[in-house]
């Protein structure tokens, strides 16, 4: 299924404004700091409440650390999804107002990926987002599994999951990486602008991306750095 395209601008192309309101541009903005300041705090809570759980829940060490595991686990599946199927959402002939759609959520990113304010989610998506997944892990966990003592460490690790996804998405275009691990997650994303766009979904892990057959069995020619002209 064809794709919508969006090609990637040079440095030396000014800053795309995606509202003519200021007060709205000023949410498509985020400093990478900020999800640290509004998730932490969160993640904490959920922690603190798992860990001094009464006694009786059964949550030992082990169970906990296995359910925040399995909120990790869960995330970097999530992750995958939401980049391949919403954000690169691929309608057979898109309309101009969901071409419009699909740019503001993401094609910005593809057009202008060495913009540092539009690397991160703003909180004023990802907030609404939060509650409608603990909302589907509520009713999973709690109301299907009868296990509420789970929900906290899997929230708990979800989120920790998604905050790592931001602050990796934000190194892997702005920041050195460092080891192995690091410069080959550097490398996956920036295959995926700047050689294969329809493949290489995973930010945080690659796992995804096997299990599912986006990820080249052949080494892609190499990519561009981020910060290089395009054009």
Do not use: C, N
């Not at 931001?166 to 192995?180: E, I, S, V, W």
Request: charged fraction near 15%.
């Amino acid at each position: 299924m064809p794709r919508v395209k969006f090609e990637p601008q040079s440095r030396r192309e000014p800053r795309i404004r995606l509202f003519q309101a200021d007060w709205l541009e000023v949410f498509t903005r985020v400093h990478p700091l900020v999800v640290v300041v509004v998730w932490l705090p969160v993640i904490a809570w959920f922690l603190a409440a798992a860990v001094g759980a009464p006694p009786a829940t059964g949550m030992t060490g082990l169970r906990l650390a296995v359910a925040f595991a399995a909120g990790l686990l869960v995330w970097t599946l999530v992750e995958y999804v939401l980049h391949r199927f919403v954000f690169h959402f691929a309608p057979r002939e898109p309309a101009p107002w969901l071409r419009r759609l699909v740019f503001l959520f993401h094609g910005i990113h593809h057009v202008q990926p060495w913009d540092p304010a539009r690397l991160v989610m703003p909180p004023v998506v990802s907030i609404p987002l939060a509650v409608l997944f603990y909302l589907l892990f509520d009713a999973v966990i709690v109301g299907l599994l009868a296990a509420p003592a789970w929900l906290a460490p899997v929230f708990a690790g979800f989120l920790s999951g998604y905050l790592v996804y931001d602050l990796l998405h934000y190194a892997t275009h702005h920041l050195p990486m460092p080891g192995a691990i690091g410069k080959r997650l550097k490398r996956h994303h920036l295959l995926h602008h700047h050689a294969t766009p329809d493949q290489r979904f995973g930010v945080t892990s690659p796992l995804w991306d096997a299990v599912f057959g986006t990820l080249p069995a052949a080494p892609a020619p190499p990519g561009r750095d981020a910060h290089s002209p395009s054009r």
